[in-house]
């Protein structure tokens, strides 16, 4: 369902006109909602995921929702693990009116898990989509930029784990950190270029991608942070407005001194609880086989899906 009005966003209309941005995973949840916002504003929107249909129908939801913005919202089939695929993509969103402004690596796989469970291929599941295919949609996109002398705004959706450790979720941990180091090291590196980058870190943000698989069992006090807000000083998830307005202002122009920064959007959660899984550790073996098998089964749905 599309989520936003033009009264839901800060900033006046048309405000995107002229800009072009990527979303990878933008087909669902966090990416869906950046690419509505972006799209009220008059931009062009690209939004790719291995699940060609859900790509596809929410490209045409957003634009059946809209009928009055300037902007467009273009689906793309891509598995950012292959760099050779993102190369095609990049090609097509290049011949279709030039240069990208704007990318945000949202896209990404996460599982909890205790870390003695994981084999190198679990772990891998999570790095290649999220530390490696982001990295890979950056440097292809960078190397266009900076050979054709554009500007362009880079924002990377992390979590606040990335400051304090992520338990039961060290693959994705791990990835996020990593890709906070590249925003900050290519902040500098490429800052001459006019290409910036900038990450937000959100707190809970209820989509059906995270609580599939980071609250499989759907009960109210498994996630720790994720599902007792009781502990969030604001006594309360995200609202994915507020989510929405940051991005754009991460992505227009105007914001272009704010670069190499990190920005939490999770009420405080982090400084009050830790704002991870480690209330996980109460967990024993007939907890995590549940999680598990409930994973798995999410897993296998969604691989069925995917066209690449
Ligand atoms: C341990 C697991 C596991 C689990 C899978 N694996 N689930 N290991 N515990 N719960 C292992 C498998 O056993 C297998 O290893 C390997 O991972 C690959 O599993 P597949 O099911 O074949 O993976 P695949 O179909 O490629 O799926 C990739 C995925 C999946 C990452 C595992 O979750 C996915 O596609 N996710 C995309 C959407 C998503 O995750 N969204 C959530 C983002 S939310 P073996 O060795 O057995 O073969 C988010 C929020 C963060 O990031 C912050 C929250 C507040
Ligand atoms: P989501 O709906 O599951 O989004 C993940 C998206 O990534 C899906 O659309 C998925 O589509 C896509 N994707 C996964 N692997 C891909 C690949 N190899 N190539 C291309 N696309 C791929 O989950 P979400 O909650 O919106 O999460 C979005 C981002 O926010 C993630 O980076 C997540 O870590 C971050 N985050 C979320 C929360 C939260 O509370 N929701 C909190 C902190 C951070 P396909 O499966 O079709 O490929």
Redesign the pocket.
Known sequence: MAELTPDDLMFRPGLMKGERILI????????KVMAEACLILGAEVYI????GG??EATAKELMAAHPEAAGKVVSLA????VPEAISEMLDKIWSDGGALTGLVN?????FISRTQDLSPRGFDAIAN??FR?SFFVTLDCGKRWIAEGKRASVVS???TWVWNGGPYTVP?AMSKAGLATMSQSLAVEWGDYGIRFNNIA?????????SARLNPSQAEDTGGA?SDMTGNPMGRVGDMRELANLAVYLLHPLSAYVNGQTIAIDGAAWQATGGNFSRLRSWGDAEWTAAREAISATNAK?RAA?TV
């Open positions: 990878t995973g933008g087909g669902t949840g966090l990416g790719c995921g291995r699940r859900v790509v891509c598995d950012i693990r949202n896209a990404a796989g996460n989509i999220v295919g959706i992390l979590t994705s959100p707190g809970p943000f209820p989509t059906e991608g995270m994720y969604d995917r």
